[in-house]
């Protein structure tokens, strides 16, 4: 399986119905209906979007699509 296929099926598993990578994060809109993930410190919520503001190299896209997906499914909790 392809990295690219991995991410399509934790994003299905999870309830996003869309990724957008840039320059400065990433961002994923939730299916209707889809309960939010693990909470974490560097992922933060925008209506129904999950924002996760990181930098991101040129050529380092899908890196960071396996990052943000691997804290979303495992989380990292919040600081208290």
């Known amino acids: 399986m392809t990295l690219t296929a991995k ?3 934790d994003c299905l598993a ?3 119905q869309r990724i957008d990578a ?5 961002a994923a809109s939730l299916r209707p ?3 939010a993930p693990a909470a974490s410190d560097l992922i933060s ?4 979007r999950l924002v996760y503001k990181q930098r ?9 699509m396996v990052r943000f997906v691997a ?3 495992h989380g ?4 208290a």
């Open 7 to 9: 991410i399509r099926l």
């Open 14 to 16: 999870l309830g996003i």
């Open 45 to 48: 919520r925008s209506g129904d």
């Open 71 to 73: 804290l979303l499914k």
């Open 76 to 79: 990292r909790p919040k600081r």
């Open 22 to 26: 840039g320059p400065v994060g990433i």
């Open 33 to 35: 209906g889809a309960a």
């Open 56 to 64: 991101i190299g040129k050529g380092q896209t899908l890196q960071a």
